[in-house]
């Protein structure tokens, strides 16, 4: 008869049996990351299932931080001259506000430069409400409509912050004219160092971008109404394929018909040819050619978007291979499908780009096939209501994918899995200068 003590046993069990439970809780865990509520052709969920890890919402110093009290002294008047397209010109202009708290400046109203390529000739006034923004920015920075009679008859002395290299400092470079002619007027360079800023100023240029900047009563009733006859639920695809973008773009696209080829060869490019050979897989590898409608639609299908989804096609003049994503989404409508004939005809560049603007951040969810102006401006607005079914497709990725031979199934699960990652992560959703990251 044999005799053995059964609490060595128990032990071993028990130790067994809790790692089996922390491997099965573990893997749960992992899998819950990327948790979707129902299967796909691709074997997943649609992408706005996916959980989400990380909000974008706009930062506490800014929306409850005390102000800190203007000056009573000014150094001065600044206006910021904007260029290119409407959310080119918008985000220069917030720029141009922060760095004005920065200076201690007086805000002029901006001047918008005439640009004959975009069809524009609308000013500041004619897109934005002044007496809102100047009501809006009370207490961040002073704006004013007139100068004082002392300086009215003078232009502003030009400062060329265009071509500092490095990083660049105001209160270094641009302090010393301000203090000197009083008057002066930049357009804001791209290598700012925004990390020098004091959280008066950083709070000023957040203030003027996603609060006080907003469209004229007559434009916004408009783009309200455009709103309210896109069929719902509906996304918003901000889709990138005009000759101008594709032609600064260097890519070659040979399997595109010959009416497109046309438009991209007339279109301005200066010196700016198409790479060949290994530049141009290089190039396209590293995600700087724009998705074509056919590629955007297979990454919209690889996304388990459904196929008779509403979609607003946020999108400028002169839209090239559009059959590309009609042939897959047939549900389409776009402002010259929606507006009266004389409505949209009488607008320019920067009212149709607005009436986009206002119908993105408003829509159920957005996807945008590149990662420009408008795109990061919709972004953060979105972000900014709580509206958080954004996304930037992947370029790179898709690149990438089709150089190492995936095609069909497998190019869709590989689509699926690098996209559902960003989403999660809230990748793009808004720009750190005003929004901080909140994990959920």
């Not at 919209?300 to 196929?307: N, V």
Request: charged share 20%; hydrophobic share 40%; net charge positive.
């Amino acid at each position: 008869m044999f005799f053995f003590s059964i609490k060595p046993l128990f032990s071993v069990l028990v130790f067994t049996l809790s790692i089996l439970i922390i491997t099965f809780l573990s893997s749960s865990s992992l899998f819950s990351l990327y948790r979707t509520s129902s299967n796909s052709a691709v074997g997943e969920g649609d992408i706005w299932s996916v959980r989400r890890l990380f909000e974008w919402r706009p930062c506490k110093w800014w929306l409850q931080g005390h102000l800190t009290a203007l000056p009573l002294e000014t150094n001065g008047y600044i206006r910021v001259d904007c260029y290119g397209g409407l959310n080119q010109m918008r985000r220069d202009f917030c720029d141009g506000v922060g760095i004005a708290r920065l200076l201690n400046a007086t805000l002029v109203l901006p001047k918008f430069e005439v640009a004959s390529y975009w069809n524009e000739t609308s000013g500041f006034a004619d897109v934005f409400d002044v007496d809102y923004f100047i009501q809006q920015m009370s207490g961040f920075v002073k704006v004013v409509k007139e100068l004082p009679p002392e300086i009215s008859s003078k232009e502003p002395v030009p400062v060329d912050c265009s071509k500092r290299k490095g990083h660049f400092d105001y209160v270094e470079s641009v302090l010393p004219a301000l203090l000197e002619h009083k008057y002066i007027s930049f357009t804001p360079a791209m290598s700012q160092r925004r990390d020098r800023y004091p959280l008066y100023a950083k709070a000023a240029l957040c203030e003027a971008c996603y609060k006080a900047i907003r469209l004229t009563r007559s434009l916004e009733m408009k783009a309200s109404e455009l709103l309210q006859v896109i069929p719902k639920p509906f996304l918003s695809l901000h889709l990138r394929f005009e000759p101008d973008m594709v032609a600064y773009s260097q890519c070659a696209y040979p399997g595109i018909s010959p009416a497109s080829i046309k438009a991209i060869e007339e279109a301005p490019q200066g010196d700016r040819k198409p790479w060949t050979g290994e530049l141009a897989r290089i190039w396209r590898r590293r995600g700087k050619c724009p998705l074509t409608p056919n590629e955007t639609a297979l990454i919209l299908q690889a996304l388990s978007i459904p196929t008779n989804t509403n979609i607003y096609l946020a999108a400028g003049d002169g839209l090239m291979e559009i059959e590309g994503l009609t042939a897959t989404y047939s549900n389409i409508f776009t402002k010259s499908s929606l507006l009266r004939n004389e409505d949209f005809t009488a607008m320019h560049g920067n009212t149709k780009a607005a009436l986009d603007y206002y119908v993105s951040i408003n829509s159920d969810s957005y996807i945008a096939t590149y990662f420009g102006n408008m795109d990061k401006m919709v972004a953060a607005m979105r972000a900014f209501k709580g509206l958080h079914k954004t996304l930037f497709l992947s370029r790179k990725a898709f690149a990438e994918l089709t150089f190492q031979g995936l095609r069909e199934k497998e190019l869709m699960q590989a689509l699926w899995k690098v996209h559902r990652d960003d989403f999660a992560k809230g990748r793009g959703s808004a720009l750190p200068e005003c929004f901080c990251e909140f994990k959920l």
